[in-house]
Antibody
Framework: EVQLLESGGGLVQPGRSLRLSCAAS????????MYWVRQPPGKGLEWVAG????????GYADSVKGRFTISRDNAKKSLYLQMSSLGIEDTALYYC????????????????WGRGTQVTVSS | SYELTQPPSVSVSPGQTARITCSGD??????AYWYQQKSGRAPALVIY???KRPSGIPERFSGSSSGTMATLTISGAQVEDEADYYC???????????FGTGTKVTVL
């Protein structure tokens, strides 16, 4: 059974940093591209970042480019999101998701999602 | 930036057909995906590559795409289909993924 388990969320002050993790199980992690998607309270879904199966290709939404870094460790079957210069607008539930293909910039969608980890940016 | 536009809400009676549209300039060239999100839950894939249904998704869910519009159809909607629905696709450059604005489906 495919499982994705996010962790690392919490309450953080504006301007600070936070690192999210996503532990994968039930599939061959290094055969799939991965994503981060977020959802502010009461609002819709926003694609944040994608990474190819080997980490060789990465893409970001304009809203996080230059502040967030997506990465993966295939040996640990884990996906990460390093977030810096956090602002109130980054408050959201952050999901990790799997793409059925190798490359995030192919036309695949997300076929499996985790349950999310909450990030709250507040002073 | 690229946008996918959906109606904010659709309301139907049980057994009726619900249609949710998603409008985007790149849809003639890019696949649409559809996600169902029930209250307090993570999204779940219900349609991929415009019209394909993942295993386990009821046959009453179907998808189509024509020109700049993709459509999710729920034929014979059930009360348990009440949820928010989001389309998802890629912009023309392939460098950005985008979710639609979301549609709240009410079945009552």
């Amino acid at each position: 059974e495919v499982q994705l388990l996010e962790s690392g969320g919490g309450l953080v002050q504006p301007g600070r940093s936070l690192r999210l993790s996503c532990a994968a199980s039930g599939f061959i992690f290094d055969d799939f591209a991965m994503y981060w998607v977020r959802q502010p309270p009461g609002k819709g879904l926003e694609w944040v970042a994608g990474i190819s199966y080997d980490g060789g290709s990465i893409g970001y939404a304009d809203s996080v480019k230059g502040r967030f870094t997506i990465s993966r460790d295939n040996a640990k079957k884990s996906l990460y999101l390093q977030m810096s210069s956090l602002g109130i607008e980054d408050t959201a539930l952050y999901y990790c998701g799997r793409d059925p293909g190798l490359n995030w910039n192919d036309e695949g969608g997300l076929d499996y999602w985790g349950r999310g980890t909450q990030v709250t940016v507040s002073s | 930036s690229y946008e996918l536009t959906q109606p904010p809400s659709v309301s139907v009676s049980p057994g009726q057909t619900a249609r949710i549209t998603c409008s985007g300039d790149a849809l003639p060239r890019k696949y649409a995906y559809w996600y169902q999100q029930k209250s307090g839950r993570a999204p779940a894939l219900v349609i991929y590559e415009d019209s394909k249904r993942p295993s386990g998704i009821p046959e009453r869910f179907s998808g189509s795409s024509s020109g700049t519009m993709a459509t999710l159809t729920i034929s014979g909607a059930q009360v348990e289909d009440e949820a928010d629905y989001y389309c998802y696709s890629t912009d023309s450059s392939g460098n950005y993924k985008v979710f639609g604005t979301g549609t709240k489906v009410t079945v009552l």
